[in-house]
């Protein structure tokens, strides 16, 4: 929210920020609050400045940007003002972390919207944007941005919460056991969603049953009365739903294909692009179409209609809303490439990769079909932080690879899926991305459909935007202009 919209509808005054946190305003008087950054370049007019010290950067040293910028405000610790441009306005705190988290905790007190907590170990992302257009179109919603799910995300992400807001939906995330627990202290859900639990983080974590048991701390935050949703048809239903009684909540609704599913699927149509659906929420029989491919992300729909049953929403204006679910960046975004004799499909799910992950990947490229003497390509980076059994576990990926009639790796361990392959559909393997993209390049044709994954260390993500920069072409905005 920029400066003019701040004018009439302000997301803070200095005086009630100052009041949350526990800051002193001195300098110039600050304007109305329109927004909340932390980081000079995304600052819009009329935001307040939160100067951050992280690993790599000190927020302090960006103060003049922000206020050559429009910055309302910047929230600096007390001991650095002396250090601060003249004419700045600012709110000296002690901790600027701390103010960020204060900030948070107050804008989720001042507000009465239904609040929706989403964790797990796959889809976190796409499930939460699936929420905010669910419950969008039932009255104003705010959502946390792209994946801010961790400790300066998620305040941060509370703190941009409207005091308006009918509903607001947070994304907790985690990679290592106790980190969802402050986290969801200052949310306080009425529903938590746990997609799914799989091998992620595994490297971190003595068995998968401790990555359900960290998981499930998000039990420990929901308000009285409040539900969990949860995937029924995952090994760990049960442990989760322990978790989630053992924490007082009496209401646990189960989502999945499972028989007894309280939001059960009877019937799915998936097509390249988008899917259809029959289910059962929770003893309403509904139809609605998924704007994204994928069995995985139907799963997750049910959760979403489950949760915006129990927030009091139209589940009618929910299923609706659904059809218009777009990809987030680097989880299934599609761009066509001009290469050589003709056009070829770009997926682009460079945006961190698991096993779970990965498979649901390689079943979306699996029903996209390539066209003329076009092929299906699998482009994989290596899955990290998968401990002693990542060699075996992207071994194991190669029946899943079997979609793929060519298939390119990178990394060391990207190459024990390599030797897996049969002869026939090995494109190239390399040591890293980088000398991957070479090989890749050479062989693409018209009418190819490549999906690039791969954990965010392997660097698939610039090897996608190589190729979109070496084979420009027309960006997709909807998959089915290509299809139709």
Known sequence: MGAASAAASPLWTPDALARATGGTLTGPPA????????DTRTLQPGDVFFA?????????????????????????ERRRVGEMPDGAALLAVDDVLGALEAAGRAARARTHARIIGVTGSVGKTTTKEALALALGADG???????????????PLSLARMPQASAYGVFELGMNHPGEITPLVAMVRPHVAIVTTIEPVHIAQFDSVEAIADAKAEIFTGVEPGGAAVLNRDNPHFERLAAAARAAGIATIISFGEAEGADARLSCVKLKPDMSTANADIMGESVSFKVGLPGRHIVQNALAVLAAAKLAGADLCLATLALSALGP?????????LAVKG?????????YNANTASMRAALAVLGTTPASGRGRRVAVLGDMLELGSAGEAMHRELAPAAACADLVFCAGPLMRALWEALPESRRGAWAPDSAALLPLVAERLRGGDVIMVKGSNGSRMGPLVRALTERFPAARLAEAAETSE
């Open 140 to 154: 104003p919603t705010h959502a946390s941005a792209a994946s801010y799910n961790n400790h300066w995300g998620v």
């Open 31 to 38: 304007g109305a609050i329109g927004g909340i950054s932390i």
């Open 52 to 76: 951050i010290r992280g690993e790599n950067s000190d927020g302090h040293a960006y103060v003049g940007t922000a206020q050559q910028r429009g910055a309302a405000l910047s929230v600096v």
């Open 342 to 350: 003709g056009e070829a499909l770009l997926i682009d799910e460079s």
């Open 328 to 336: 987030p960046p680097g989880r299934g975004v599609r761009t066509v």
